[in-house]
């Protein structure tokens, strides 16, 4: 094959978003590592008992490991897939073999040394190739792969919905760097950052209007709020955004998934993916710039639960129906040498007769589990969705999240099965046991503002009213006004049942519903089964949609 000519002058702009990537994901992995100290530290000595300790000694690890997995792996599909494209470009330019390499007429490469030439061949390389997304690209061009990184799209668009929702009400910082790793790592190492992040917060962090100060910030948070605070006004607590206005936002966000395939291969695809990854943080700015007309402020944090479900409901379903149509298509595409890609060349000989055997031999769902080999971006796609369905599965037991909530929040006919049981907790609230335990103690606790006079008094005329009423029998009228029935006069002095009784303030009782429950009995098998059953079934959108949506209405 003769050399092809270099198709870009060198250019530092793609070494420079190389570097700016990685810089980013250094910067933004500390920074939330430091956010999560921060919020660890910020918590009230109600959140540092010994059970919630031991908890956090036993489960971090756990989501720590998980993350780092996803990281490494991530880290390692990256290399071998830059390596690989790197080695096709240089094949295709003749530098795989110094006979071939004819830098004056093809690269116009000059170089004087050999690091000079390390250098250069890597600019070229990036000048070229589009190595994000040509990545991509790979990825969406065939049914089998695309079967794949749809569902990765797809859980992003719910994680993204969980971000708004629990980091709005818990106050955890940074909340759109965890979606930011997301794109610029995987979504398993965001998702299980996010999992510690909700297990440091267990209540909201600080009060209303009180921001969390970040070392790590460029800039001072209260001069940031101060800046968001002029242009956009801050929202009183328990305002929601009304669920039309997120659900406008899924519009955008599966209208961009759906039409990746489609434009793979286009001059279009760029635009199309660069807004299918920006769409996905509608969830999280929409609620600080949308004006107040456009939510409602619940007086109770269970009034926005209905909300919640029908936000994570349609998640479900259009996360099911596209998950249909690209396992449909990936199961009847049946295309020649549909494993081949743009870096299928001499370097991979198992392409030529693995792949043809496998393709030979191996059922329709077997060749679209087998595309996971097909390429080091769809490994790393695939792979993705295995750590995040694990994660998935260990959250939801962890959580024992109650299995009536993921099934409401993923199917939607199933919403009549909790609903006298959620309406009997919305009605407990701290003012409501706080009237339970002083009405019983009508005689004593309610009186406790009496004096001890008054009470003996009281008790001697109950005594005389006996003795009186047992009288008429044996002595007739004889004595019809005794002292004992003039004692009985205190009775029109219960002030304590006109008394109202201590009812807190609104915020209060927010704070006081808001709380997490500390799980005591273990691993809840059930959840996990359930989620990973829905993964198997509806995909992971589904399956994320249906947890996430019990975790937000499992208060």
């Not at 430091?34 to 910020?42: E, I, M």
């Not at 720590?64 to 991530?74: D, E, F, I, M």
């Not at 600080?206 to 948070?221: H, I, R």
């Not at 080091?376 to 295995?386: C, E, I, N």
């Amino acid at each position: 094959m003769a050399p092809v000519p270099s198709q870009h002058p060198f250019r530092y702009t793609p070494l420079a978003v190389v570097g700016i990537h990685l810089l980013s994901i250094i910067y933004s992995t500390y920074a939330i590592g430091a956010s999560l100290y921060t919020s660890y530290k910020s918590l009230g000595p109600a959140q540092d008992t010994r059970s919630r300790l031991a908890q956090r000694k036993r489960l971090i690890p756990v989501f720590l490991a998980l993350a780092t997995a996803a990281l490494s792996l991530a880290t390692y599909t990256s290399a071998v897939s830059a390596s690989l494209s790197y080695k096709t470009w240089a094949y295709e330019h003749g530098l795989d073999e110094p006979q071939r390499f004819t830098p004056d007429e093809e690269l116009v490469l000059e170089p004087e040394d050999l690091n000079n030439i390390n250098f250069m061949y890597i600019g070229h390389w990036l000048s070229d190739t589009p190595i994000y997304f040509d990545a991509l690209e790979i990825v969406a061009e065939k049914a089998r792969r695309f079967w794949w990184g749809q569902q990765i799209d797809l859980a992003t668009v719910a994680f993204s919905v969980l971000l708004s929702i629990e980091g709005r009400r818990r106050k955890v910082p940074l909340k759109a760097t965890f979606l930011t790793l997301a794109h610029l790592v995987n979504l398993s190492f965001a998702q299980n950052l996010f999992y510690i992040a909700l297990l440091l917060t267990p209540s909201p962090l600080l009060s209303e209007g009180e921001d969390l100060e970040l070392p790590v910030a460029p800039v001072s948070t209260s001069k940031l709020s101060q800046l968001r605070n002029k242009f956009f006004p801050p929202k009183p607590k328990g305002w929601n955004l009304h669920p039309l206005a997120l659900l406008g936002t899924l519009v955008f966000n599966y209208g961009s998934v759906s039409l990746v395939p489609y434009t793979a291969g286009t001059p279009s695809f760029v635009s199309t993916v660069l807004f299918a990854r920006t769409s996905t943080f509608l969830p999280l700015i929409l609620p600080a710039i949308a004006p107040m007309r456009w939510g409602t402020v619940q007086s109770h944090p269970h009034d926005a639960y209905s909300s919640y479900t029908t936000v994570f409901r349609a998640i479900s379903v259009a996360s099911f129906a596209l998950h249909v149509k690209a396992s449909v298509l990936g199961l009847v595409y049946n295309a020649p040498d549909s494993y081949y890609h743009r870096h299928s060349i001499s370097l991979l000989p198992w392409d030529v007769e693995k792949r043809t055997t496998w393709e030979r031999s191996t059922t329709a769902l077997g060749k679209v589990l087998g595309s996971l080999s097909d390429h080091p971006t769809v490994q790393a796609v695939g792979w993705d969705v295995l750590l995040c369905t694990l994660s998935l599965g260990v959250w939801a037991a962890v959580r024992a999240t109650d299995v009536q909530d993921i099934i409401k929040s993923a199917i939607p006919v199933c919403s009549s099965s909790r609903k006298a049981k959620q309406h009997a907790v919305e009605e407990y609230t701290p003012a409501a046991s706080i009237k339970a335990e002083s009405e019983p103690a009508d005689d004593g606790a309610s009186e406790h503002s009496m004096t001890l006079r008054r009470s003996g008094r009281r008790t001697k005329a109950r005594v005389g009213s006996v003795a009186s009423s047992s009288g008429p029998s044996e002595e007739g009228t004889l004595n019809p006004v005794t002292p004992a029935r003039k004692r009985g006069r205190p009775k029109k002095t219960r002030q304590p049942e006109e008394e109202k009784a201590y009812e807190p303030a609104p915020s209060e009782t927010r704070e006081l519903v808001e709380g997490d429950v500390l799980q005591t009995d273990g691993l809840d098998g059930e959840s996990a089964a359930l989620a990973w059953g829905l993964v198997a079934f509806a995909g992971l959108g589904s399956a994320c949609a249906g947890v996430f949506g019990g975790e937000c209405i499992s208060r």
